[in-house]
């Protein structure tokens, strides 16, 4: 059965600092992977997504993850975080074998410190 | 192109009451799920449509929960009796008919509060 983890709960950076969200799935075949954004009353929001070819993977708000199959992890990073990404993050697994529901992480909640 | 529409944003019941929530899935979409995400949780599936047919409804405490999906496009979700631990907010997703991850969009979800 497909799962993800992302091994922390909430993580602190200062503003201007990097970030990077880790997330690990497990997944018998190639997966499709997601990493979502949540702030605070709202929906769940698309940052990217990576189905095949580039490992690295471009998203929104100036936001990438990379896929790497020998870890089973697709991490999430943004060079520079700006205090408007406080928010929770969210990284989803989906497949194709026919079970096409998503499975996702507990979630990160990112605070900014300024 | 319309989002997913759900209905109402937000709910207050006492345990043992009943509720239903509305969803509207973006036009064209074949596949709908409802999604139960407690606070401090990720989401986590309930049940799955294809048209209107149920596709997965292995996590559903059917003793409590139901849902349909009349025609292939509204579904409603309904709890009854609602017990405390139900407090949660509801997503509805929908996405094409064929897998297609990239289409798999969400709704602003019901947040639904028992007290």
């Known amino acids: 059965a497909q799962s993800v983890t992302q091994p922390d709960i909430h993580i602190t950076v200062s503003e201007g600092a990097s970030l990077e969200l880790r997330c690990n799935y497990s997944?018998?075949?190639?997966?499709?992977l997601f990493w979502y954004v949540q702030s605070p009353g709202q929906g769940l929001q698309l940052l990217l997504k990576?189905?095949?070819?580039?490992?690295l993977v471009q998203g929104i708000k100036g936001f990438e993850a990379e896929f790497k199959r020998s870890q089973s992890s697709f991490n999430l990073r943004k060079p520079s975080v700006h205090w408007s990404d406080a928010a929770e993050y969210f990284c989803?697994?989906?497949?194709?074998?026919?079970?096409?529901?998503?499975?996702f992480g507990s979630g990160t909640r990112l605070q900014v410190q300024p | 192109e319309a989002g997913v529409a759900q209905s109402p944003r937000y709910k207050i019941i006492e345990k043992r009451q009943s509720v239903a929530f509305w969803c509207n899935p973006i036009?064209?979409?074949?596949?709908l799920y409802w999604y139960q995400q407690i606070l401090g949780q990720g989401p986590k599936l309930l049940i799955q449509?294809?048209?209107?047919?149920?596709?997965?409804d292995s996590q559903l405490p059917k003793d409590r929960f139901s849902a349909e999906r009349l025609k292939g496009v509204d579904s409603t979700l309904k709890i009854q009796p609602a017990k405390l631990e139900d407090s949660a907010v509801y997503l509805c997703?929908?996405?094409?008919?064929?897998?297609?991850?990239?289409?798999?969009?969400f709704g602003s979800g019901t947040r639904l509060t028992v007290v």
């Open positions: 449509f294809q048209n209107n047919g149920v596709v997965d």
């Open positions: 990576y189905f095949s070819g580039d490992t």
């Open positions: 997944y018998g075949a190639t997966p499709y």
């Open positions: 989803a697994v989906g497949g194709d074998t026919g079970r096409r529901a998503l499975t």
């Open positions: 036009s064209g979409h074949a596949t």
């Open positions: 997703a929908s996405s094409l008919d064929s897998w297609d991850p990239g289409t798999y969009t």
